[in-house]
Each structure stands twice: as structure tokens, then as C-alpha cells.
T-cell receptor, first 113, second 112 residues
Framework: GAGVSQSPRYKVAKRGQDVALRCDPISGHVSLFWYQQALGQGPEFLTY????????KSGLPSDRFFAERPEGSVSTLKIQRTQQEDSAVYLC???????????FGPGTRLTVL | KQEVTQIPAALSVPEGENLVLNCSFTDSAIYNLQWFRQDPGKGLTSLLL???SQREQTSGRLNASLDKSSGRSTLYIAASQPGDSATYLCAVFMDSNYQLIWGAGTKLIIKP
């Protein structure tokens, strides 16, 4: 497809479960970003990759959050031992290098019970 | 720390009116500013991107302005239509890193 895709679109997890969220960026986009959006709020930056290198992970809220992009294309955001406060929409975006326009996927809505 | 504020949080106007959405930011060391639209259950769509050296950008009925020194941007929507109903968010890209810093958005409702 031509756009950014994310899967699953919806995920319900029991507190304490591990989850993995996938992002397929636009082909050729070297930059990839993850954001967390709580209900009624703007997105919050989580982490940034340039190709396979994670250049900024300062937005990850705790060490339970881990992101990877091993081959510089698909990325996975993993949350271990989920907590209720992790419930949010997780957005992925990709772009050409540096400060270019970002293109967003539809997001994954995570609900932790 | 950069803070982005959008006013108003919600706005409801009759169809056909022209309207202005406001965005302010506290740190003027930005690389660019983007306006996005978000529809319920859908991702974010980029509307306009203004580089820090630019004053405005236009796309169809949309016009965005940037006053970097005063930390303000406005999004002007002309001849509003019900299909314009959505949440509009502004975000700034910092000079010093690759983080987009976002406002909380303005929820816009255009009444037929």
C-alpha cells in the first residue's frame, strides 16, 4: 500500500500482559516515529528511528516500553507488563530524513483492563 | 521545555462562516510548524507545513500563518463546510531534535 499501516487496529490486554504493536512505514522513508495519544489530548513523542538506528528514545515513559526497527523498515513497539495507564492510541509516522513532513498510520487503540 | 497551546478547545459555527484557529508556542527555536486534521477513528492528515523562514502557506480554503518571534500560528478556514468538522492539531518541530511537540487540538463542528 501507499500509506503507513499499523496492526492490530485494536488491542485489548489484561493488566500484566505483554503486547506488540506493528508499523509498516511508507517504502523509502528512512525516518520513523512512535507517538502515544491519550483521549482528548495531542500525541506525545515516544521514540525516533533513522533507518535501523534508534536516535531518540527519550519519550518512552518507562523501561516497560521497547521499540525496534531491525532492518530499517518495519518497526515494533513492545509494552511489557501492561498497566491501565498504558491505555491510549499508539500512532506511527514515517518521513524522509530529518525535519520533513510526517505521514501517519491509523493508529492502534490499546485498552488495558 | 516547549509548550504548545491551542485555543479554543472546541468551536461550533454555522456552515459558510470563515473561522480562525489559534496555536501558540513558548520556544521560538522551531524548525517548522505543521497543522494536522484528525477524524474520529482515523489517523492524522497533514494539512499545511510552514518552514520557520516562511510567513504563511495556503492550500485551497486553508491558510496558515506563522509569527515565529511571537510564538503564534493561525489556521484560517474560508467558507466552512460540514466536511471540515474534525479536530485540528498544530505541532512544532524543534531545531534541536526530531521531536514533534503537539497542542491538544481544537475540536471543530460545522453545523449544516
Amino acid at each position: 500500500g501507499a500509506g503507513v499501516s499499523q496492526s492490530p487496529r485494536y488491542k485489548v490486554a489484561k493488566r500484566g500482559q505483554d503486547v506488540a504493536l506493528r508499523c509498516d512505514p511508507i517504502s523509502g522513508h528512512v525516518s520513523l516515529f512512535w507517538y502515544q495519544q491519550a483521549l482528548g489530548q495531542g500525541p506525545e513523542f515516544l521514540t525516533y528511528f533513522q533507518n535501523e538506528a534508534q536516535l531518540d528514545k527519550s519519550g518512552l515513559p518507562s523501561d516497560r516500553f521497547f521499540a525496534e526497527r531491525p532492518e530499517g523498515s518495519v518497526s515494533t513497539l513492545k509494552i511489557q507488563r501492561t498497566q491501565q495507564e498504558d491505555s491510549a492510541v499508539y500512532l506511527c509516522a514515517s518521513s524522509l530524513p530529518f525535519h520533513n513532513e510526517q505521514f501517519f498510520g491509523p493508529g492502534t487503540r490499546l485498552t488495558v483492563l | 521545555k516547549q509548550e504548545v497551546t491551542q485555543i479554543p478547545a472546541a468551536l461550533s459555527v454555522p456552515e459558510g462562516e470563515n473561522l480562525v484557529l489559534n496555536c501558540s508556542f513558548t520556544d521560538s527555536a522551531i524548525y517548522n510548524l505543521q497543522w494536522f486534521r484528525q477524524d474520529p477513528g482515523k489517523g492524522l492528515t497533514s494539512l499545511l507545513l510552514i518552514q520557520s523562514s516562511q510567513r504563511e502557506q495556503t492550500s485551497g480554503r486553508l491558510n496558515a500563518s506563522l509569527d515565529k518571534s511571537s510564538g503564534r500560528s493561525t489556521l484560517y478556514i474560508a467558507a466552512s463546510q460540514p466536511g471540515d468538522s474534525a479536530t485540528y492539531l498544530c505541532a512544532v518541530f524543534m531545531d534541536s531534535n526530531y521531536q514533534l511537540i503537539w497542542g491538544a487540538g481544537t475540536k471543530l463542528i460545522i453545523k449544516p
